[in-house]
């Protein structure tokens, strides 16, 4: 197995694609399309973006990178840059995909009104379950996408039980569990400065009943902000279980000299989660900002220097898992003020050029912090390859 990254301009879409060739079992393509900034409407802007994916999959580019030409979707999010009134356009253009598709309210600050993550593989069987399950089936493993979860209730606590609650139930009926198998979580809060703190009262309580603490390991996790186009939803979830896996192949990271546990200031979400299956190594590095080891921001009120902070912090994780940022597959950074755009983009594209990567309006659970990014890294796992350790 090796893995490359690969940039490619196709009419008004950028595309930076990140690829495991799947010489040893499945291989996988996590590919970021973003829009040049431009005055076309939504609909024309999501035509040329479904038409660069389109092309990409039946493009010169196959040769550059194996088994492109035999890659089908897992999984798509679509960043929208005004749910409500762009919804209708997007399910019709859209409609029932052949993968597991998310849709978040998160306006891409490149200059357009979508992005979008897509995520392909090689060598796999792949079955939608229900509306919001997707099966992805590769040597012995199934990996279960669950996408646009979401709840009715008067609050973000009601909704964000019923979510996680409704989500248990599913993985059991598909032989799984939220504590054995769920790797990685998304959670998009409307309003996120009012209503984060009942989703995290919520999830706690449902961790407390399905066996997940302090003891065992928590999931990885983004609570960020992000609307439905249902200006009704306060919480929405998109999830990854993979069943099969068994608990020597798992591990959490914590990098506790650069952060502290999540559960020291009452949440509950592990730093960052590695997995080791199928001939590779995924590491899923949850929503992390600039903060240090006692739970503080750092660099207050300075965006130059909380992005330093956080891309140390990252790197930490990651270097924990036996990885670094030439491993990292995708990233998404999350901004709380516009105004500092330009100064993020200088910085991502000066150190990342080649990397999958998007920046989106989505303000942080906490409000000093001005910026926040997930990535996933992955490499080709060998015999020689140590576990990751805590």
């Known amino acids: 197995m090796e893995t490359q990254k690969l940039q490619i301009q196709n009419d008004h879409v950028l595309i930076r ?19 040049e900034p431009t005055e076309a409407p939504f609909g024309e802007q999501l035509g040329w973006l479904l038409k660069a994916y389109d092309e ?11 088994g492109l030409a035999e890659a089908r979707p897992v999984f798509k999010r679509f960043y929208l840059s005004d749910a409500a009134n762009q919804a209708d356009a997007f399910w019709a253009a859209v409609g029932q995909d052949d993968c597991a598709v998310s849709t978040v309210q998160q306006p891409p600050l490149c200059g357009g009104k979508v992005g979008m993550w897509a995520w392909l593989m090689t060598g796999v069987q792949t079955a939608r379950v229900d509306d919001h399950l997707f099966r992805a089936s590769h040597g012995g493993y199934d990996e279960l996408w669950s996408t646009q979860n979401t709840a009715n ?5 009601v909704q964000t039980a019923a979510l996680f609650g409704a989500y248990a139930e599913r993985l059991r009926r598909n032989g ?4 054995a198998n769920c790797v990685r979580t998304w959670l998009y809060v409307n309003d996120i400065d ?6 995290v ?17 928590y999931i990885a996790s983004t609570g960020i902000c992000g609307r439905d186009a249902d200006p009704r939803t306060l919480c929405k979830m998109n999830a990854l279980a993979i069943g099969g896996i068994r608990p020597e192949q798992v591990h959490y990271l914590y990098a506790l000299d650069h952060l502290n546990r999540t559960s020291e200031y009452g949440v509950r979400f592990e730093r960052g989660t590695c997995v080791d299956f199928d001939g590779r190594r995924r590491v899923f590095i949850s ?13 207050v009120g300075d965006i130059r220097g909380q992005v330093e902070r956080m891309w140390e912090n990252i790197e930490a994780l990651l270097a924990e898992a036996g990885c670094t940022f030439d491993d990292v597959a995708e990233m998404t950074v999350y901004l709380r003020d516009v105004a500092d755009y330009p100064v993020v983009a200088s910085l991502m594209a000066g150190r990342f050029p080649h990397t999958p990567y998007i920046i989106v309006n989505a303000p942080v659970c906490r409000p000093g912090w ?20 805590a």
């Open 176 to 179: 799984c569990t939220l504590a």
């Open 194 to 199: 009012n209503h984060y703190d009942g989703v």
């Open 370 to 389: 001005l910026i926040e990014t997930e990535c996933i890294a992955m490499k080709p796992l060998s015999e020689a390859d140590a576990p990751a350790h």
């Open 17 to 35: 694609l990140f690829a495991l060739d799947g010489a040893n079992g499945a291989g996988e393509y996590l590919c970021m399309f973003t829009l």
């Open 201 to 217: 009262r919520a999830r706690n309580d449902v961790f407390d009943r399905e066996g997940l603490t302090d003891q065992t390991h």
């Open 153 to 157: 209730g008067d609050t973000s606590y």
């Open 56 to 66: 990409l999959l039946a493009s010169r580019f196959h040769g550059q990178v194996p």
């Open 287 to 299: 929503g992390t900002a600039s903060i240090d080891n006692r739970g503080n921001i750092v660099h």
